[in-house]
């Protein structure tokens, strides 16, 4: 029951944190090793535990959908789904305790990139359009590093995107969160089919998450953006302080 509460008020948290300005895995992963489930399995479980709330920011988002430096969004997406399915089969591939060496160092770049992506994306914004094959690539690259972990892939695509000369932060934000929750989607599946999912876990999580996701909305209306920017930040730099004792301490 203790742990069930745990999980719930962590979904509550990351829920309302990726409403407001993402980075709910530095509060999920964290909490779901916490009760003992493995790094590996926690990152999967992790990922089913916060999609519904990408699904319901996805549907909201909809109707802004457009085509990225000239490539349309099919493509895009198809490219984004192959990265997906890659990047979750090779989590699942890795093992725990590899995961565990690993982990400080994703938690690090996604710290890196909470920190310095939207100054970055601002900086990197160009007109010059990129070959097919580059942005494809570069596509690819964001999808399997969603679909292995996911920290701050949308800040990552976002900041790549300007960089390929796509346009505006605000104009990609709607394909933005529509490709990388359709980065997770397939990596939830194959979590779910593979048997990665720690059930027990995973409920209490989603349905904390999915409550969050809608107090989150609501706070995000009246709290300043750079009270949400800074308290984002000092998770994310806390969670990965951490984790880097709990590897290399």
Known sequence: MYDAMLLFLAGLLAGSMNALAGGGSFVSLPALISVGVPSVAANATSTLALFPGGMASSWVYRD???????????????????????GSILLLLTPSRTFDGILPWLLLVA?????????????LQTRARPSILAFATVQFLLGLYGGYFGGAVGLMMLAAWSALGGGDIKSLNPTRMVMVTAANAVAVVVFVLAGAIVWQGCIPMTIGAVIGGWIGAHIGRRLPSPVVRMLTLAV???????????AYL
């Open 64 to 86: 802004g959908v457009r085509s990225v430096c000239g490539v349309k969004v099919m493509p895009i997406a198809i490219v984004t789904v192959m990265g997906g399915v890659a």
């Open 111 to 123: 710290t890196l990139m909470l920190a310095a992506g939207p100054r970055l994306s601002a900086h």
């Open 236 to 246: 994310a730099f806390l969670t990965t302080t951490v984790f880097f004792s709990r």
